[in-house]
Nanobody, 123 residues
Framework: QVQLVESGGGLVQAGGSLRLSCAASERTFSSYNMGWFRQAPGKEREFVAAISWSGGSTYYADFVKGRFTISRDNAKNTVYLLMNSLKSEDTAVYYC????????????????WGQGTQVTVSL
């Protein structure tokens, strides 16, 4: 059982930056591919970014390419999401998730989830 705890969310003005962190309890964290998803009120959960277990491969949703960067530090059991040039439409609860078997953009493929962290971007 992998426990994931997100942090780093908050209120930021449009054009600003935030860095989200997701700390994992599992010592085998380095064997999991990790993803970030988000869900805005009244909308479905959507894929944001993913990173392979080694950090060697990354994937992004088109709407965040060039603005967001996913990274990981396996020594710290932590995955990060650096968000730059934030827009009001980025407002959502952001979740990290772990997938032992592959890198997926479909949230249903992920095995473990954090509780989420709220990101609010004001105009």
């Amino acid at each position: 059982q992998v426990q994931l705890v997100e942090s780093g969310g908050g209120l930021v003005q449009a054009g600003g930056s935030l860095r989200l962190s997701c700390a994992a309890s599992e010592r085998t964290f380095s064997s999991y591919n990790m993803g970030w998803f988000r869900q805005a009120p009244g909308k479905e959960r959507e894929f944001v970014a993913a990173i392979s277990w080694s950090g060697g491969s990354t994937y992004y949703a088109d709407f965040v390419k060039g603005r967001f960067t996913i990274s990981r530090d396996n020594a710290k059991n932590t995955v990060y999401l650096l968000m730059n040039s934030l827009k009001s439409e980025d407002t959502a609860v952001y979740y990290c998730a772990a997938d032992h078997y592959g890198i997926a953009t479909d949230w249903s493929e992920y095995d473990y989830w954090g509780q989420g962290t709220q990101v609010t971007v004001s105009l």
